[in-house]
């Protein structure tokens, strides 16, 4: 069975209300995506920008009528030389797709992230199980490996810790199989607490992560922080996240573009004594330890 996919190269300014439109007349998704390889910027906290030409992407279900759904999207939009293109999408076990291409991943000397159904053949082996899902964090992206390694590198045995923006949880979840005695897993997003829980449920720690939204956050500070979000929020954050650690704790931070390292350290400096940077590709690590 092939999926019907419709696609329309807009105006940035004009890509909310073709997606408005596309969901109205019936699509099962949405997506928008860049129509020129034009670079994206990092948004302020709260901002959603878009390219300038943005391409939006609606998948239908088999046996819609394309002259149809064309004359309604004309007739919504009030868009001249509307130029909808057609194709087709094969139905595919999507669930079971990424295992083409996630195995698993040893980070450190002991820490390995490994999909169902596999395991390393090593003996001290510390193994968080997780499958790609809704939420961002398996481990493949420079940041997360890079905070993976430092957990491996500083296990935080009968440490308290806080992964801040979880994603997947699998910072929380490595931390707690490394030894933590307490761990607090923070979000904005209520799906990255769920997708946390979840994981930390099919590792077998379902009651050794708490999963909250920043304000549900009152547990006192904690012997490490790790926060792997983007520069500009760590900035916004400074003050918080400082707030959280505890004399002579730890800060990792990441999710910094190299070149806005120099920045973010900055706005820790008053409260925390900061390592040499670790880098990986086109990112940074930061290691501070609270004065």
Not at 152 to 179: E, R
Not at 200 to 210: H, K, L, T, W
Not at 253 to 265: F, K, P, R, S
Request: charged share 20%; proline share 5%.
């Amino acid at each position: 069975m092939a999926w019907l996919q419709f696609s329309l190269d807009v105006h940035g300014d004009q890509a909310e209300a073709v997606s408005i439109a596309l969901d109205a007349a019936g699509a099962m998704s949405v997506s928008i995506i860049d129509a020129a390889d034009q670079s994206l910027l990092e948004p302020a906290p709260g901002e959603t920008p878009l390219w300038e030409s943005s391409r939006i992407v609606g998948l239908f279900a088999p046996g819609t009528d394309v002259l149809t759904l064309q004359k309604t999207l004309q007739e919504q939009l009030v868009m001249p030389a509307l130029q909808l293109r057609v194709g087709h999408l094969e139905d595919r076990d999507w669930s079971n797709t990424w295992r083409k291409n996630f195995r698993a991943m040893r980070f450190g000397q002991r820490l390995w992230v490994c999909p169902s159904g596999e395991e390393p053949g090593q003996p001290d082996a510390v193994i968080v199980q997780l499958d790609p899902g809704l939420a961002f964090g398996t481990g493949t992206h420079a940041t997360t490996a890079m905070c993976l390694e430092w957990l491996d590198t500083h296990p935080p045995v009968g440490l308290s810790v806080m992964d801040y923006g979880c994603g997947s949880g699998i910072l929380a979840i490595a931390a707690h199989k490394l030894g933590a005695s307490r761990v607090i897993a923070v979000d904005i997003d209520p799906q990255a607490l769920r997708a946390t829980r979840e994981n930390a449920d099919r590792n077998g720690i379902e009651n050794g992560i708490m999963a909250l939204l920043p304000g549900g956050v009152d547990a006192g500070p904690v012997d490490i922080m790790l926060a792997n979000i983007l520069a500009n929020p760590l900035i916004e954050y400074a003050d918080r996240l400082a707030g959280l650690v505890c004399q002579g704790g730890y800060i990792v931070l990441t999710g910094i573009l190299a070149g806005q390292g120099v920045e973010v350290m900055a706005a820790y400096r008053h409260w925390f004594d900061f390592s040499p940077v670790v880098i990986r590709e086109e990112w940074v690590l930061l290691e501070g330890i609270r004065k």
